[in-house]
Nanobody, 121 residues
Framework: QVQLVESGGGVVKAGGSLRLSCTPSRRPFSSYAMSWFRQAPGKEREFVAAIRQNGVTDYADFVKGRSTISRDNAKNTAYLQMSSLKAEDTAVYYC???????????????WGQGTQVTVSS
């Protein structure tokens, strides 16, 4: 069993920035692909970004150029740096880990509890 601890959510004005963090309880952290998903009220969960074990990244079109996913294996932590935030970015953001990076949430075995991001206009 892997537990994921997320942090960094909050309320920010449109155009602002936030950095989300995700720390799995199990090592070695470097053996996992890490991803972020989000779910807004009344909407389906959607893929945001992923980072493979080798550091290769993937992004959803709606965050390309505005967000950066990264990992620090020494700190056992993955990050999602978001900037130029918009009201439509408001959602609960979830961290997920798995052996393979995928845009399909069903491919991930472990999920964090979620952290709320609210962007005020």
């Amino acid at each position: 069993q892997v537990q994921l601890v997320e942090s960094g959510g909050g309320v920010v004005k449109a155009g602002g920035s936030l950095r989300l963090s995700c720390t799995p309880s199990r090592r070695p952290f470097s053996s996992y692909a890490m991803s972020w998903f989000r779910q807004a009220p009344g909407k389906e969960r959607e893929f945001v970004a992923a980072i493979r074990q080798n550091g290769v990244t993937d992004y959803a079109d709606f965050v390309k150029g505005r967000s950066t996913i990264s990992r620090d294996n020494a700190k056992n932590t993955a990050y999602l740096q978001m900037s130029s935030l918009k009201a439509e970015d408001t959602a609960v953001y979830y961290c997920a880990v798995g052996l393979v990076a995928s845009t399909n949430g069903n491919h991930y075995s472990y999920w964090g509890q979620g952290t709320q991001v609210t962007v005020s206009s």
